[in-house]
């Protein structure tokens, strides 16, 4: 896998020098500004030029690379990516899409939205489903995957009314888009082996996922501070400790490091902004992967063909459902 770096020469082709192996498959490309944590996205969109963010994109629509990652300010991505790349025809809010630690045999779920837009209508959130069944089957190998919708209970009378419609709506979506629905599903469900895809809003994704990391690094700090308060306590750390090492990579948050744009014509990967080169590494290695299964062109087809579904439902009436008939596999 060959790489362009994108950022100032000065900074970075020292460390370059460093790894001598890497220097001959890694393409520096200067930028002479960054964008900060503190820019608003509108203000990048119209004076970004020149940062490292607008040339990672830059390279993706020049078909120069095939997936960008990138630490930076999210909001600023999500302008920058949807300003150069522009969404997929049909899509009407792109979403965030994060990997879950879980009970499942793979050893993760999939959420989504996580942060591209704090609200989502009943259309947005059946396109999310949609998406994130394609995402399933491509990233997580997963021929069928089961979408649950997150309400805050699992009973139909309850949730908002954008929730309540498409849960009425979700299973003539699921007969289209190849994916088993089963229902809403709680907060508990998250990492259960119960559903595959997690299907919110953003803003509920995104407090949900920082709650989520807290956590998990809350208990390895507790983990710490008991098996290290006494002699007999890193005794027992160390007669424990293949099985801590086990818990540890199980919980860690850097593992499933990267949130994936989704609905855009380009794969774009966030890693989180405080990622060390643990959590980039698999940040890279997941865009690696969507780029290796073509999953955006993949991710086009399935959603032009839910399009197309939705559309001839709506002219012949309730109960029409309609199949790929290409035998895809987005």
Partial sequence: MDAILHGDEAVLRPLMARHADLSARVTLRHAERVVTMHDKPAQIMRHGQGTSMFSTIDAVKDG??????????????????????????????????????????????????????????????LQYAVMGASYARNGLALKRPRIGLLNV?????????????????????????????????????LPSDRVDVIVTDGFTGNVALKTGEGTAKLISDFMKEAFGAGIMSKFAALLAMNSLKRLQKRID??????????????TVVKSHGAADETGVA???????QLAQVRFIERLAARVASAERAGQDAAQEGPGIAAGTGDGSTA
Avoid: Q
């Fill in 64 to 125: 120069e690379a095939s997936a960008a990652v990138s630490c930076g300010n999210t909001g600023a991505l999500m302008a920058v990516s949807m300003l150069r790349l522009r969404k997929l025809p049909g899509v009407n809010r792109p979403a965030i899409a994060c990997l879950w630690p879980s009970r499942n045999p793979g050893g993760f779920n999939l959420m989504l939205d996580v942060g591209a837009d704090v609200k989502a209508e009943a259309d947005d959130l």
């Fill in 153 to 189: 209970g699992t009973e139909e009378h309850k949730g908002r009314v954008e929730l309540k419609e498409a849960h009425d709506r979700m299973a003539e979506v699921a007969k289209v888009s190849d994916f088993d629905y089963v229902g809403f599903v709680e907060g508990g469900d």
């Fill in 253 to 266: 948050p850097r593992r499933v490091n990267g949130g994936v744009f989704l609905g855009l014509n380009g």
């Fill in 282 to 288: 698999a940040a890279i290695g997941l865009a690696h």
